[in-house]
């Protein structure tokens, strides 16, 4: 947005906070971040211990000091191409230089459990399914996977990271299949038997599709589209996240490449797409189960229904995707770009997880490029969010005046781009 209240945003007695300075309120964010390492490395026998009232790291308060620092990151990076910040930038970086950051992905689970309705992980119940596991939630068939997503993942996109030549398994993971989506499953070996055949051609890519923005029709009608898939959509008990793995390894590895901390930034960026990888749960080899084959009707000659004669040695695992991308733009050591190959990559880890860090990734860096939606009217994307209708009707005072222009014109502080 830019500026938001932030210094009486807390305070209840006061309706129509003021709106602070976003620069200044970045600033803070690492003060009170320094200011709970302190309060953490400081504690002694007299104060309280933590245990399982924490449903982020059970107590274990060392792991909450890795996650501090890990925001540090983000919150630096932000604004790594004001050149103004550069003496700040540099010298927080200094004092990172022996940090730890985090070593898995950040979690939250106060309890999920499908037992009750109320008690199922909120994102698998409103993107999945109920209690009972095939009931679809409110917005099952709400979100769905977009073309340049699909096309990009399954090596069609043309774009200068070199998608072209590059299938990710990731796909299979983020999204469904659309032979699951036509009897309402999400196991893609639970399929009517008149799909049967066609699974058995199974080609990883072509059974995937995407809604283009902007476009409407029968195409894209839900049963046509790929639904979120297994490696979002687990279970009602499932963590909600906090922090990916991924996303810090790619910050550091950022950081590296700019030049702001030692290390080794290729193995970072490779660290990055593995635990993206196991993020997702993407399989180290065919999972499908074999044995059974089909009729030229499609119906299996015998139970129980399996659909894949023999296991593939091909099948897209991490082996394959870092064998396929050598050599190439998302390879690090060769990319002309690094940042780029840095943000394409952060933009896949992040997808269906932290999609307002990817928007304001590609703000930041203008990359992974995008298309626009069809129906676009401007030539560009926006630079920042509009403030909600309610801060002009309920905080008239202090909300700053903003027009639709200014969201294409203005950015917040650390927007850089033309």
Partial sequence: YGDIPYSEAHDVANPTPVYDDDQAIYRDLYVQLDEAIALINSADGDDRAVGGEDPVFNGNMQSWVRFANSIKLRLLLRESGVAASQGYITGKFAELATADFISADVTINPGYTGAQANQQNPFYRSYGFGIDGTTPGPNRTAVVASSH?????????????????VFDPRLMRLFESIYANWDDSTDPTDIVASDAAAFNDFNYAADFFGATQGELGDSDTPEKLSFLGPGLIKSSSQDGYMMLLAESLLLQSEAVTRGYMAGDAAALYNSAIAASFATLGVPTADPRPTG???????????????????????????????????????????????????????????????????FIEYTRTGFPVTPLSETATRPTKPRRLLYPASEFQGNAANAPVQSVDQAFSTGPFWYVGS
């Fill in 149 to 165: 997503a699909v096309d990009y993942l399954n090596g069609g996109a043309n774009n200068s990271t070199g998608g072209s030549t």
């Fill in 292 to 358: 059974q084959t089909f009729d030229t009707d499609g119906n299996p000659a015998t139970p129980p229904v399996n659909f894949h004669p023999v296991a593939d040695p091909n099948y897209p695992t991490l082996a394959t995707y870092m064998a396929s991308i050598a050599g190439t733009q998302l390879d690090y050591n060769t990319a002309t770009n690094k940042i780029e190959a840095i943000m394409t990559q952060k933009w896949i880890a992040l997808m269906g997880i932290n999609g307002i860090e990817s």
